[in-house]
């Protein structure tokens, strides 16, 4: 039944309660029964009440019903009779207006889908602006603008600055570093105590994966040098094998990492197995085979460059990847001023 018919009813119960003879009685009994008749009809009402508000008015339940049931059993028959016309004739008028609302035709945003252009400096001209005759301004704004580059090739440079001159300089290169340094220990401290943990073998092989990842990540930032790098490269492989040790089927990227670590460790036999196996696990070509060549080239097997390098031909490389292997393919017999920037840094 609609909670409107309720609440009429209650209130035509309370009318009828209020003009019957119990009220004028002056029996105890008689009280009590006009009391608990009282409370059993605004305890209707009031429930019938709060099932018509909207949703959002609703809560807090108890105390929304709470609410509605004092008004209406302190204020007998005008109370229902108040909250009926309340929750009727303000609550329902928003929605009565929302029923004749007219839409309306709005132009859509117009939007500029040309990329902005974007003027990047290479490293050269970043080394030319920080060098010592250049004035201390220009020097610290290039300094920051290492905040943008890669840490491949940031992290050099700001290792070059340490033995700078200027005092300034010294402390910003060191305190970018440091930072970068401090947050990859702070995830491997974080790891390290997850290993410690009781954890299922596809968490565990997560969180060695991410320990492997790193440890790379200190090598490959090259914020560790010397013996401590070969040592931070024996941990990341041994995360890698003791992952890959778990019965949990490993994904390409774990396996090309190993590989990686292997040609960094000197193991170049592994890296390629590593490689090879990664490749049939999934791992892109564009990625794998610039590591298989790479390896040849150490064997000295120029051949087998060659067939990688032509494997490489039909695949959407990168453009220093893109200009060696226009090079090896025998595209470019006169090296371009383009590729130029490319080939000594491969």
């Known amino acids: 039944m609609n909670p409107i018919y309720w609440t009429w009813s209650a209130v035509a119960a309370d009318m009828g309660l209020l003009l019957s003879p119990l009220v004028s009685s002056t029996s105890l009994l008689s009280f009590w029964a006009v009391l608990i008749t009282h409370a059993l009809v605004t305890a209707v009402a009031g429930l019938a009440t709060y099932l018509m508000l909207p949703r959002r008015f609703q809560q807090p339940r108890l105390a929304v019903t709470l609410l509605m049931f004092t008004f209406a059993f302190v204020a007998p028959v005008i109370g229902a009779i108040a909250l009926l016309v309340m929750v009727r004739a303000n609550l329902r008028k928003p929605v009565e207006d929302a029923r004749f609302a007219v839409p309306l035709s709005l132009d859509l945003p117009l939007y500029d889908v040309q990329p902005e252009e974007r003027h990047r400096s ?5 080394r030319s602006r920080l060098n010592e005759d250049v004035p201390s301004a220009v020097r610290m704004q290039s300094l920051l603008t290492l905040q943008a580059v890669p840490s491949k090739v940031s992290n050099p440079i700001l290792e070059e600055l ?10 910003v290169a060191f305190g970018m570093l440091d ?3 401090k947050k990859i220990a702070k995830e491997i401290r974080y790891e390290s105590e997850r290993q410690h943990r009781q954890l299922s073998k596809a968490q565990r092989y997560d969180s060695l994966r991410r320990l492997a990842e790193l440890n790379w990540e200190l090598v490959y930032a090259c914020l560790i040098q010397g013996e401590l790098r070969q040592h931070i490269l024996r941990q990341a492989r041994a995360y890698v094998d003791e992952a890959l040790a778990l019965s949990v089927p490993p994904g390409s990227g774990l396996v090309f990492l190993q590989g990686r670590i292997l040609l960094e460790l000197g193991d170049a036999e592994g890296a390629e197995r590593a490689m090879l196996r990664a490749m049939d696990l999934g791992q892109p070509k564009t990625s794998a085979l ?3 060549a790479e390896i040849a080239f150490q064997r000295r097997d120029f051949s087998q460059v060659g067939l990688f390098m032509q494997q490489l031909s039909s695949l959407n490389l ?4 893109r200009a060696v292997e226009d090079f090896w393919g025998k595209r470019d017999y006169e090296i371009n001023y ?3 920037k490319y ?4």
Do not use: N
Request: proline share 6%; hydrophobic share 35%.
């Open 122 to 126: 290479g490293q050269g001209a970043i």
């Open 162 to 171: 340490l033995g700078d001159a200027t005092e300034d300089v010294r402390l």
């Open 179 to 181: 930072a970068e340094e």
């Open 290 to 292: 610039p590591y298989l």
């Open 318 to 321: 990168a453009s220093r990847t």
């Open 338 to 340: 383009r590729d130029r």
């Open 343 to 346: 080939l000594p840094h491969i």
